[in-house]
């Protein structure tokens, strides 16, 4: 199993080059930035690693048709795999918060995503691609400039009906803050799938978006995962049932302000929350604590390869060197 | 007067960043990247010169919002302006090669004054940019990363309605392949619009023109007539002043020759008479060899006297030596 770096995204183009020739010194397989409203477009900051790097992948998720035709997508992710000789990669989903941002209705995403993967898959491999569908038309693209092999297209998907339609258009999906107790919900669905397109052999990818908050302080680390709290699965109920009680589950579920107040005032105070609700999230939904927590982080991340995760991409927050550093040296070599 | 230079994405990051480079030596003021559909993304090819620019403006043209959401124009304006130090512009319009290729129309006056208003709001300095319009929305966007001053936001505009709306809401505005002969139709709407009175120093005004000079007059023409198509796409008001009234009637009922010309990389248009190529190389562009010159600086010249602040040379293959030329022998003569 592979590991790749989602990294923070508020790092300038800069940062983000130096961050990733780091981890293609250590072994990692893809650097990953993260396409936030609030920050700078993740895109265009990832073009000077991308012309920089020799073997590293270097990828934008989660990238939504809402926010930019799915034609325009392909361009992006195109532009990017040609910058990086053929290592780009790129995850589509029907969320995420620029979707939040523009207001639009979200009843539509699975057949939102499935258009826009299917339009992308399209448009970079035919030479010239026309697509009529419900949401979105295509006419006469062509990207005849092109010269590399084709960029990795993944779906960002962790329910059924994501995943169904996923494993029939994209290479591979990414699933969000999905802990090992929790397999049984994705994986079945995923693979029951992969067998109907009769693709269990074609080298689709899995992976699984995970917060990695280790750090030399337990106490940072600690504060660290609880302001980021809310963007893990948005704690809908999948995401609780597994660590708390029935009635904690519903008590999150109802009080979800504290949460996003905490991380828009990037504070890991959550007002009103009791502590042992906090401690089983941090806990359940990610790797948080010291380096003498590694080994079972280990053992957890080996339980990715045993399900048949083909990577796992751990998303780090603050001191980003030192996390690469840490993952580089310690984590990698000891996994499966 | 100033003069742009603007260049295809499809030459890559790295050549636009060496050829930005190079016209940033000679004083040219900015470097546009065309966003078209075939070719590399245009806000992405030009990252690496606005990280490396020092007194060169980079902007990209045309970008329409059919392609992305305004809020995601104003994202990606936001992260060039960031990377060139507050060096950054863009061209929003309602047309370009995009709508066509994602099978929108074109010339939507209200859609493009929301995207206008949302981009707008968004470069400026409002801390949260909420928008409720008929085309599009903006919930609480917000932009505390940046940290220079404002890019330059610029309407693309030939019609009164659009060029009126774009007048009262952006910096400046771009036509495209313009020329002396057009001047008292649309500068005539343009001066009864824009506020001149008002803002005398701040509106900018700028054209496209393409631009053809190379030591080889046989290349040169071969370049230009490959490319005419995109001349406006040879619309009656770009091809009246050059032809005959039938023969204007003749190309707009054949625009496919000029089509397949610029499809298939050909500068043999067939079918199409050389005369009324000839015409239309002539007026709608900058082509010949450097012995013409002079004559296309006294065109320039027109532009400036009649207010123009800025034109944008389109140019295509061997832009090394093309930036040479405008930089050594055109801009002396211009400023």
Redesign the interface.
Known sequence: MDIDIILEA?L???QIKELGLMAEKFGFRAIWTQNY?????A???A??LA?ASKKIMVGVCIVSP????P??IA??T???N??AKGRGCVTIGGGGE?M?????DTSKRVSATREALEIIQGAIREDTFNYNGKL??????????TTDQPPLIYAGASGPKMLSMSSGVADGVMMGDIAPVMFDWPLPTLNKALADNNRTDDNFRISNFLAWHIKEDREVAIQEARREMIVRGWLERPWLEPFLSPEDTQFVLDNKWPFIDAYRKRSSHIEGIPEHILEALVEGLGCTGDPSDLDRYIEKLNKYSEAGFTEVALRIHDDPDYSIKLIGELVLPKLH | MQLDIALESKIGPTAIKELGLLAETYGIRTVWIQNLARAPDAFMAAVPLALASSTIKVGIAVVCSHEMHPLKIANAVLTLNEYAKGKAGVVVTSGGEWPGVVGKKIAEVARTKEALEIIKASLGNEPNVSYEGEFYKAQMFNTKWKTQSPPTLYGGAHRAKMMQMIATTCDALMFSDIQPEMFDGILGTLNTVRPIEDRPNDFRLSNFIAWHIKENREASLWEAQRELIIRAWLYREWIEPYLEPEEVEWVLKNPFPFLKAYRERTGDIEGVSQHIVDQLVEGLTMSGDPSDIDRHIERLEAFKREGFTEISLGLQEDPVESIKMIGEQVLPAIQ
Request: net charge neutral; charged share 25%.
């Open positions: 508020d300038t183009a800069q409203a609030k920050a700078r477009d895109f265009m900051t073009v000077p012309l809402y926010e930019m035709h034609l325009k361009n992006a195109l532009t990017l040609e910058c620029w939040m941002m523009l207001g639009f979105y038309k295509a006419r006469w693209f062509n990207s005849d400039w």
